[in-house]
Antibody, heavy 120, light 108 residues
Framework: QITLKESGPTIVKPTQTLTLTCTFS??????????VGWIRQPPGKALEWLAL???????YYSPSLKSRLTITKDNSKNQVVLTVTNMDPVDTATYYC????????????WGQGALVTVSS | SSELTQDPAVSVALGQTVRITCQGD??????AGWYQQKPGQAPVLVLF???TRPSGSPDRFSGSSSGNTASLTITGAQAEDEADYYC???????????FGTGTKVTVL
């Protein structure tokens, strides 16, 4: 059974760096074609794909946020970490950690989501 | 900005059929995934690939694709199908991922 869970601060100040951790179980990020992604959703708005890291450590980022995002993995801990620098109130959103369907474009397992508010 | 466009809202009478569309150039080359999201909940994948339903997804959900448009059809819509629906796929370059703008489905 695949599960993912996001953890991190619920509130950050403008200009601070956000660090979110995704702890997962039921699969390994050392298995071929496995990918873990981050997706966010501002209140009342659409889903936005942010980043994805593959089993081979290849990393991909949303072009609009690429300069501010870093995604890393720790295979020994079954964790994926996303950092977002220079946070702004417009970054207020629920951040989801997701498992990508093998050899496909969809995301079949999602964490419960972590609401992050950017406010001074 | 999203490279996948959806109609903002559609409505369907209880028990009838509704089609939700997703348009984007990348859909000529890649399949779409479809997600149902109810208020306060994480999205749930209901369809992906050529026309594959994950375990637990009702068989009233089906998919199709033609040209730059992917469609999710709900045949015999139920009250519990009232939700926001999102598509996703690759970007035009085929490496990155994108989500659609979302469609709110109301069951009358």
């Amino acid at each position: 059974q695949i599960t993912l869970k996001e953890s991190g601060p619920t509130i950050v100040k403008p200009t601070q760096t956000l660090t979110l951790t995704c702890t997962f179980s039921g699969f390994s990020l050392t298995t071929s074609d496995v990918g873990v992604g981050w997706i966010r959703q501002p209140p009342g708005k659409a889903l936005e794909w942010l980043a994805l890291i593959y089993w081979n450590d290849n990393k991909y980022y949303s072009p609009s946020l690429k300069s501010r995002l870093t995604i890393t993995k720790d295979n020994s801990k079954n964790q994926v970490v996303l950092t977002v620098t220079n946070m702004d109130p417009v970054d207020t959103a629920t951040y989801y950690c997701t498992h990508r369907v093998l050899y496909d474009t969809a995301f079949d397992y999602w964490g419960q989501g972590a609401l992050v508010t950017v406010s001074s | 900005s999203s490279e996948l466009t959806q109609d903002p809202a559609v409505s369907v009478a209880l028990g009838q059929t509704v089609r939700i569309t997703c348009q984007g150039d990348s859909l000529r080359s890649y399949y779409a995934g479809w997600y149902q999201q109810k208020p306060g909940q994480a999205p749930v994948l209901v369809l992906f690939g050529k026309n594959t339903r994950p375990s637990g997804s009702p068989d009233r959900f089906s998919g199709s694709s033609s040209g730059n448009t992917a469609s999710l059809t709900i045949t015999g819509a139920q009250a519990e199908d009232e939700a926001d629906y999102y598509c996703n796929s690759r970007d035009s370059g085929g490496i990155l991922y994108v989500f659609g703008t979302g469609t709110k489905v109301t069951v009358l």
